[in-house]
């Protein structure tokens, strides 16, 4: 038994007579650990790129927030009238009349 440890320790699996099975294995073990590790990096980067994208989703909804609101802002008609003072128009004191016009047939 304690051999065996120490022959294992040492590496005679590696070397002797039927280590070319144990090599294949060996590398079939190191492609195996590879690709693992190859599919864990991209998975974290994917996992990376969602985080940003949501991040950059989340800043373009908070802007057209603030867009909006300002739009609304520009719309009022309190808004409308100072601005166009400011030109030299005010709105009309005398309410507008409706005209109508009957044809002759």
Do not use: C
């Not at 195996?32 to 790129?49: N, Q, Y």
């Not at 802007?63 to 400011?86: P, T």
Request: net charge positive.
């Amino acid at each position: 038994m304690k051999k065996k440890i120490y022959n294992i320790l040492k590496g005679k699996f590696l070397i002797s007579d039927d280590a070319f099975k144990n090599w294949r294995f060996i590398i079939f073990l190191s492609a195996l650990a590879l690709v693992m590790i190859a599919s864990s990096h991209r998975a974290d980067k994917k996992v990376h790129k969602i985080a940003q994208l949501n991040n950059e989703v989340k800043e373009i909804k908070s802007e057209y927030v603030d867009v909006r609101m300002i739009l609304m802002q520009a719309k009022m008609e309190s808004k409308i009238i100072a601005a166009m003072e400011k030109r030299g128009l005010s709105p009309s004191e005398i309410p507008p009349q409706k005209i109508i016009i009957t044809t002759k047939k």
